[in-house]
């Protein structure tokens, strides 16, 4: 695995390579930067698998370094902050470009190797190129969330005009455009298994709550907030086996049945992959991808 350290300050760069060589990563190999331009520089030619830089640099900043880098089509490289920077604003901006984590500064080892953990479980097998969208990214980012508490099995599309539940819609596409390049489609039963384990409640609760007429508010924002956060790379490989443009939901409702226009939409998405997530206490329920 190859890392760079973006920082101006030589004693952080090193607290930060003693905290990577303590994650045990196989063919670890580091390199440090002192500016954003010259992050930049290595980025294109050594292409890392992760970058972590700091917000406040010299020519370019942090952030102007993640969006260059996003900007010139290198999505398949991770990008996490460990940065003084005081604004949550801010913070958040860095999050919503993509970033995978942000620490402040002065953050411990322990953050710092949880955090580097963390980009590890997401990153795709280097030996495995011929990874499928069921094996390669939304099973991968389930695995990542919630371990082995729910199986996942492909299952055949059916028209969406005879979708006949209550459904989470969410709509996708990047920071920087209104144009939607993504839908995900999940059931209510999926709206409250995904909130329940999100929010660790007790699966036999939930699932009485789920029989009752409309969606509770709060399940729905946190099956929501998982969509939100892993919309990425969910989509990964629906999007040429690699990481995708950053996404993120511009659009999102729970509705009693599918309005026509989104059923069009679907139908006429360039891909599409239904599921059937797996429970062991709180049984299946549905989950489709499409991309536009």
């Known amino acids: 695995m190859k ?20 994650c045990g990563i196989a ?38 370094l993640l969006k260059k ?10 990008v996490g902050f460990i940065t003084a920077e005081p604004s ?15 620490l402040n500064k002065p953050c411990s080892e322990e953050e710092i190797v949880g955090a580097i953990k963390k980009v590890l479980e997401k990153l795709p097998a280097k030996n495995n190129t011929s990874s499928d969208f069921f094996d390669n990214s939304l099973s991968s980012v389930l695995s990542a969330k919630f371990g082995g508490a729910i199986s996942i099995e492909e299952i055949e599309s059916k028209p ?9 819609i969410a709509l996708f596409g990047t920071p920087i455009s209104s144009t939607i390049r993504a839908i995900s489609v999940i059931d209510k039963r999926c709206i409250y298994l995904l909130g329940a384990l999100i ?23 946190f099956a ?22 950053i996404l993120e939901i511009k659009s999102k409702g729970v509705v009693s049945h599918l309005p026509e226009k989104v059923c069009t939409t679907i139908d006429l998405g360039v891909n599409r992959k239904d599921f059937k997530l797996i429970h062991p206490e709180f049984g ?8 536009l």
């Open 224 to 245: 929501t907030d998982f969509l939100s956060e892993s919309g990425t790379d969910i989509f990964a490989s629906l999007m040429n086996n690699k990481k995708p443009e």
């Open 284 to 291: 299946e329920c549905f989950m489709a991808i499409v991309t």
């Open 69 to 78: 880098i996003y900007a010139n089509g290198m999505n398949h490289i991770r």
């Open 88 to 102: 949550e604003k801010n913070l958040e901006q860095a999050k919503r470009f993509g970033a995978e984590f942000v």
């Open 27 to 64: 063919d670890l190999e580091i390199k440090t930067a002192s500016d954003g331009l010259e992050a930049y520089e290595v980025v294109r030619s050594w292409q890392p698998d992760l970058v972590i830089t700091d917000w406040h640099m010299p020519i370019m900043t942090g952030i102007e």
């Open 3 to 22: 890392i760079l350290i973006a920082d101006d300050t030589r004693v952080v760069q090193m607290i930060i390579k003693k905290s990577i060589e303590k």
């Open 160 to 168: 969406s005009a005879e979708f006949k539940d209550t459904y989470l």
């Open 199 to 221: 929010n660790k409640l007790k699966i036999n609760e939930v699932l009485e709550l789920s029989k009752k007429d409309g969606v509770d508010s709060n399940i729905a924002k």
